[in-house]
């Protein structure tokens, strides 16, 4: 079992950035993927980046190439997504989502736990 938090939401100008970060415990962790997924209200659960167990690999929805940037630091069991020049189609409430294979790609169904999520809102 692994159990994931998330942090680093909050409010932001449009323009601005975040940095999120998703802790994991349990589990060892070093060796699953994680992935990034945001739903915005009344909306479904969308793809945003994934990074790959070692952090050499990712990859990342259209809409946030070039603005979000996906790292992570294994000896923390920490994942970041540094995301910048937001914009206010950007504000969701976040998650991140781990499974245990190699998979890094935009399909929910192949991630096996995520965290409770953190907001992002930002204004235009």
């Known amino acids: 079992q692994v159990h994931l938090v998330e942090s680093g939401g909050g409010l932001v100008e449009a323009g601005g950035s975040l940095r999120l970060s998703c802790v994991a415990s349990?589990?060892?962790?070093?060796?699953?993927?994680i992935g990034w997924f945001r739903q915005a209200a009344g909306k479904e659960r969308t793809f945003v980046g994934a990074i790959s167990w070692t952090g050499g690999s990712t990859r990342y929805a259209d809409s946030v190439k070039g603005r979000f940037t996906d790292s992570r630091d294994n000896a923390k069991d920490t994942v970041y997504l540094q995301m910048n020049s937001l914009k206010s189609e950007d504000t969701a409430n976040y998650y991140c989502?781990?499974?245990?294979?190699?998979?890094?790609?935009?399909?929910?169904?192949?991630?096996?736990?995520w965290g409770q999520g953190t907001q992002v809102t930002v204004s235009s």
């Open positions: 349990g589990t060892p962790f070093k060796g699953g993927a």
């Open positions: 989502e781990a499974n245990n294979s190699l998979y890094y790609g935009p399909d929910l169904w192949r991630y096996d736990f």
